[in-house]
């Protein structure tokens, strides 16, 4: 087990901010709490799992207690396994067989071989849980005839489309759903791709591409606990599901991800308010109150009203953090190496005292550390707070996720690697 000890900025790393760009009003200090340094160690994963899109090998993310990853199984079908985070050992894992199996008792095949879990697009609960989903293909034909169902007249009519939920501890199976019946009579499950895009302890989010010959979009939300379809949208584009509310766009052309950006009720599907521009909603960046545009330009949301938060500073690249009441979007300004913060409700946004060094913040924690990557051919990752002070060492990799004291990295050579970090 390889261990890194955190540090505190030096003199010569990190040096005081600026106190305003020329063409700007000067902006308060930060003054939240310093976090504590943090001592990263890397925890051996018994499977040496890698990311590498020439062997369909893929780092998934995580869940509080199992990192997830996916490799080719037999029939190079694409399997899924879960390793525990403290001791690196498969807790669990889902092959083939068992996927075929999933597919039949959920309903979804009829048992010939064709239903399975899609678990190249598998995703882990967001907030509220910790959940696994993937999507279901299969057909409940046995056969050409289709004779054990009036209503299809067609072999082609009993392909179906779903959603299973794991438990993300042991793997088994929490519900299974079959998407298809709540898409319209002339839509079977052949054509469909569900993609599940966020979940919440109340609501799970689907976007499901051609649905309809017209290549027509659709968002269906379930309920998390029972997989129940509360309701489905055509025309919309989901993104993020926090509290009542759920980013959407509504796209003009089906084909393309941005449109107009919309809020939904999370209960029911009515459109609650539009933002009165077209563009794209950052995927899952939302959280409590607050959530970040990144298309045409960067913008932070009030989930209330739809209106821009106005904070004093063009945010470039922000990541939403915090939850309910204590919400906050920050963002790092490239031409210092500033830290700013909006915290929700707040007049305007706040700067750091000190700078960090990064080319962008790729994720915030949910104990608030922000995760700051650096590319090149050697990619780093360091932790550092909202003060502007690193709090770690650097680690080597690309981010994958960070999640309960855990976050995964993939080397240049595409080997999945999975650090432990605590306060020093």
Do not use: K
Not at 175 to 204: M, Q
Not at 367 to 377: E, K, P, R, T, V
Request: net charge negative.
């Amino acid at each position: 087990m390889t261990a890194i000890a955190g540090c505190s900025a030096s003199d010569e790393q990190q040096t005081p901010t600026p106190s305003a760009h020329p063409s700007e009003e000067p902006l308060e200090t930060f003054d939240g709490d310093s976090l504590a340094d943090l001592t990263l160690s890397e925890t051996t994963l018994e499977a040496a799992p890698t990311a590498d899109p020439d062997s369909r090998t893929d780092a998934i993310g995580l869940t509080e207690t199992r990192l997830l990853t996916t490799r080719p199984d037999v029939e190079n079908v694409i399997m899924l396994e879960a390793h525990d985070v403290e001791t690196g050992q498969i807790a669990w894992d889902v092959t083939l067989w068992e996927s075929r199996q999933i597919a039949t008792d959920g309903g979804l095949d009829a048992g010939q071989g064709a239903g399975r879990l899609e678990l190249s697009d598998a995703r882990a609960q967001r907030t509220g849980g910790d959940s696994v989903f993937a999507p279901v293909f299969g057909n409940i034909c046995a056969d050409e005839a289709c004779s054990a169902h009036a209503d299809i007249d067609d072999y082609g009519g009993g392909y179906r489309a779903g959603v299973v939920a794991l438990d993300g501890a042991d793997g088994s199976v929490r519900w299974v759903t079959d998407l298809t019946p709540h898409l319209g009579d002339d839509v079977d499950g052949i054509g469909l791709h569900p993609e599940i895009v966020d979940a919440s302890a109340e609501t799970t989010l689907v976007n499901i591409d051609q649905p309809t010959g017209e290549g027509a979009v659709v968002v269906a939300a379930l309920d998390t606990a029972t997989g129940e379809v509360r309701w489905v949208s055509e025309g919309a584009i989901a993104s993020a599901v926090v509290g009542g509310v759920v980013t959407a766009v509504r796209p003009d052309d089906p084909r393309e991800p941005s449109g107009s950006l919309v809020g939904l009720d999370a209960a029911t599907g009515d459109e609650l308010w539009q933002t009165g521009e077209s563009g794209s909603w950052a995927p899952r960046g939302a959280t409590g109150s607050l959530a970040v545009v990144d298309a045409p330009d960067a913008a932070v949301v009030d989930l209330g009203t739809g209106e821009r938060v106005r904070m004093g500073r063009f945010p470039v690249d922000p990541v939403a953090g915090g939850a309910d009441d204590g919400a906050y979007a920050t963002w790092i300004d490239a031409r210092d190496g500033s830290v700013y913060t909006y915290a929700d409700g707040a007049e305007r946004a706040r700067v750091s005292e000190s700078t960090v060094s990064g080319d962008a913040l790729v994720a915030i924690s949910g104990d608030d550390y922000l995760w700051i990557a650096s590319g090149g051919d050697d990619p780093e990752i360091v932790a550092a707070d909202r003060t502007g002070m690193t709090r770690s060492d650097a680690i080597t990799g690309e981010f994958v996720d960070v999640r309960g004291s855990s976050i995964v990295t993939v080397t240049p050579d595409r080997v999945v690697h999975l650090w432990r970090y605590a306060a020093s």
